[in-house]
């Protein structure tokens, strides 16, 4: 990996944690719709990343939110999960031996996979986000709706910031 997509990753990092904390904290639609633009920088991470070090980074990047909205390690297992989900998805879709794309963004993938791709991970981290922070069945279909409103709006903003900084692919 070339020491230029490790800075872009760092940076990327800082922008969208600094964004998720400072910015997308206290926007709630009505408590039902909370967007976590921070997922982007777990989809878009490298494919060649070692599933040790995605796990690592998944689990710091976690961590770190977690801190800034006093949550006990529900971020942390929600990115555990994106991550998870992350490659299977990967395994299944890509082929490792002729690809040669560093990143699966929109430019690089296509649209039709990247928002397969972005769609599953979203659902998947806001899933386990929202029903463990809930941590009760009683408010099943409530805890549903939210993670159904909260991923079609994290979805919109994660494609549309895919969108402003689109770089397709030369063929």
């Avoid at 910015?23 to 408590?31: D, P, T, V």
């Avoid at 299944?92 to 769609?119: C, H, Q």
Wanted: positive net charge.
């Amino acid at each position: 990996m070339s020491s230029k997509l490790v800075l872009t990753n760092i940076v990327r990092w800082f922008i969208l944690l600094l964004f998720q904390i400072l910015l997308l904290r206290n926007l709630s639609f009505y408590n039902m719709a909370t967007p976590f633009v921070y997922i982007l920088f777990l989809l878009l991470l490298p494919f060649g990343i070692p599933n040790l070090l995605l796990y690592l980074i998944a689990f710091i990047t976690g961590l770190t939110l977690d801190a800034f909205y006093d949550t006990l390690g529900v971020h942390t297992a929600a990115c555990v999960t994106l991550v998870f989900v992350r490659i299977l998805f990967i395994s299944v879709t890509v082929s490792r031996d002729g690809f040669d794309e560093p990143e699966p963004t929109l430019g690089n993938m296509g649209i039709k996979w990247f928002l397969l791709y972005a769609f599953l991970c979203t659902f998947a981290h806001h899933i386990v986000l929202f029903f463990l922070e809930t941590f009760r069945l009683t408010e099943f279909s409530y805890t549903l709706l939210k993670c159904l409103l909260s991923g079609i709006f994290t979805l919109f903003l994660v494609t549309l910031i895919e969108f402003i900084f689109y770089n397709r692919k030369v063929r």
